[in-house]
């Protein structure tokens, strides 16, 4: 028998985040996570006669606190009182990081006595079995979590090794099948790989990037996704052995770095290429691919060398999440340590370069994470959910502006009839006209962010491969403008937010990818 909760002068909100077992299941065509356990929540508190007045929403899978925005803002919401409790399917979701981040969940639960609710079980935190519980939850949910990172690389690392291709995304010149046994890889595409022979032959010919960019537009070339090709796409074809029917996988692997005094997670100086026969064929033999990589080298060698002068890889990129500024890079002589800050908004308490520097990548790993995942699942149900309630809107405001236009008919018949005065007429119809301008202009703007919703449904898959290569890249140079071009390639802007002048790392990014 369930028992009701009184909510009497008492809030309550809701925290929804994917789990890694959640990505797993919807790969395996289970549906939308976030939308099932909302419903889920929902249904419990209705049951318990609790109303639930918002929905934290983590779109993004982190591992750390420090790259999950919404918890972020979860737990400075709890620390300031303004919850009761907070429903969620399982403690677990709340922290699976590392015992810090578990220490500061549990604390700010604690200290603001606000309660943890599942389905199963509510939480107090000041209740000693409770608390117990909870960290012992949070404990197992750490192991459970580095098992499955274990097993997911042992198979990544597995199915390389067999040849096998693990990219979400086919290169240009094949398609990407489904073998019997399981796996994918990896069959020639006619039509483009002619395109794909085309380019390595120019080039052995002597020809630049720029003259094979404009002669792949005029004999009617073109990518996937967009108008032309770029000189970057066509290095990038060049220069990936899997024309000469190879897989080459790098392990990026991290390790746990202290810097100022935080630990941070850095790639490794010595990454792991596994380079082996793929299963596929090839397209381009391998006397051409070395002539190709010769001449590459040679003009390499032969380069001017430029003294490049920019310092920071995120410039005009990092934005302040208050005023919208460009935050800047400062160097101090009287310490070592390099800062970004927001020069406009001191409330804006700046942070090490490096870190920040650090967390964009890992957010923007996340984000590439998510994206797959809704891709290979062909799951849009998010997406959908939002242009379903948008095109309600739309209707409702249509059905109002139709009814609001016959009302203002009406006036003018009022009128006719001697039943309103011209003052009364003239107060009213400015009345009607106001409401019709203002309802016009929310279905504009509903049109307008309609619009954005689909632009943004269209770009995963245009994305993916771009920010893969923006990945794999970064972590390949040390030439600071590259890097910042090669952010810019993928990212609009990304705001920073940190109003904790005590922590190092307490700050919010938030990215805005490029739309195409």
Known sequence: MLENINTNMEYYAAYLRKSRKDAEAELQGQGETLIRHQKRLEEYAASVGIKISKFY??????????????????????????????????????ARGN?????????????????????????DPNNEYDEEYFEFGLFMSR???????????????????????????????????????????????????????????????????????????????????????????????LTNPVYIGKIQYIDKATTKKVVNSKIVRVPNENKNIIYVDGLHEPIIDLNTWNKVQNIRESNLNNRTKVDYTLKNPMSSI?????????????????????????????????????????????????????????????????????????????????????????????????????????????????????QIKEITQNITNLENERKKILNNKNSKEILIPKIENVIDAYYETNNIELKNQLLKSVIEKVTYEKINPQSKDDFKLTIYPKIY
């Open 143 to 237: 192991r459970e979590y580095k098992k499955i990172n274990q097993r997911l690389h042992a198979g990544i690392l597995s199915s390389v090794n067999e040849g096998k291709f693990i990219a979400s995304v086919a290169p240009y010149g094949y398609n990407k099948y489904k073998l019997k046994s399981k796996g994918y890889s990896l069959e020639i595409n006619p039509e483009e790989s002619k395109m794909i022979r085309l380019i390595f032959q120019l080039y052995v010919d002597g020809k630049g990037l720029s003259y094979i960019s404009n002669k792949l537009k005029e004999l009617g070339f073109k990518p996937r996704k967009s108008l032309t090709f770029s000189k970057s796409t066509i290095t990038n074809i």
């Open 57 to 94: 929403k983590e779109v993004v899978s982190g591992e750390t606190i420090a790259s999950r925005p919404v918890m972020q803002q979860l737990l400075a919401d709890v620390e300031n009182g303004m919850w009761t409790g907070i429903l969620v399917i399982e403690v677990e979701r709340l």
């Open 99 to 123: 015992t810090l981040d578990q220490g500061i969940v549990s604390n700010a639960f604690q200290f603001s006595n606000t309660k943890i609710i599942t389905p199963l079980k509510t939480y």
């Open 318 to 434: 990092l934005k302040c999440g208050l005023c919208g500024k460009s935050l800047e890079r400062v160097a101090y002589s009287n310490r070592d340590d390099v800062r970004i800050l927001c020069r406009r908004c001191k409330e804006n308490v700046g942070s090490n370069i490096e870190i920040v520097e650090d967390r964009l990548l890992q957010s923007l790993q996340l984000l590439l994470n998510e994206y797959k995942i809704s891709l290979t699942n062909n799951d849009n149900s998010d997406i959908d959910e939002l242009l379903a309630l948008n095109q309600q809107s739309i209707n409702s405001y249509c059905e109002e502006l139709e009814k609001t236009k016959m009302q203002l008919t009406k006036t003018y018949d009022l009128l006719e009839q001697d039943i309103y005065t011209k003052e009364v007429f003239v107060e009213r119809s400015n009345i009607l006209k106001n």
